[in-house]
Nanobody, 124 residues
Framework: QVQLVESGGGLVQAGDSLRLSCVAPGRTFRDYVMGWFRQVPGKEREFVAVISWNGLSINYADSVKDRFTISRDNAKNTVYLRMNNLKPENTAVYYC?????????????????WGQGTQVTVSS
């Protein structure tokens, strides 16, 4: 069992930055591919970014690749999502995800572990 706890969300203005964090207590964090997803009411959860266990493989959704950065610190059991130049359309609940397969995280359909989500609201 992997517990994921997100933090760092909040209310910001367009153009601001935020850094989301997801902590996964336990000794197996480095075994997992980590990802970020987001969801707005009435829509399906969508993929945002993924990072392999060693940080060497990283992918982003096209809509965020120039503004968002995913990173991880295996010593701290933490994955981050740095979001720059935020836009109102980035408003969503952001979820952390963990799985042993990078392709599974990218697909998002059968990910083993999810966090509870953290709300990001961007005002215009």
């Amino acid at each position: 069992q992997v517990q994921l706890v997100e933090s760092g969300g909040g209310l910001v203005q367009a153009g601001d930055s935020l850094r989301l964090s997801c902590v996964a207590p336990g000794r197996t964090f480095r075994d997992y591919v980590m990802g970020w997803f987001r969801q707005v009411p009435g829509k399906e959860r969508e993929f945002v970014a993924v990072i392999s266990w060693n940080g060497l493989s990283i992918n982003y959704a096209d809509s965020v690749k120039d503004r968002f950065t995913i990173s991880r610190d295996n010593a701290k059991n933490t994955v981050y999502l740095r979001m720059n130049n935020l836009k109102p359309e980035n408003t969503a609940v952001y979820y952390c995800a963990a799985d042993r397969s990078l392709s599974t995280v990218v697909a998002g359909t059968s990910v083993n572990y999810w966090g509870q989500g953290t709300q990001v609201t961007v005002s215009s």
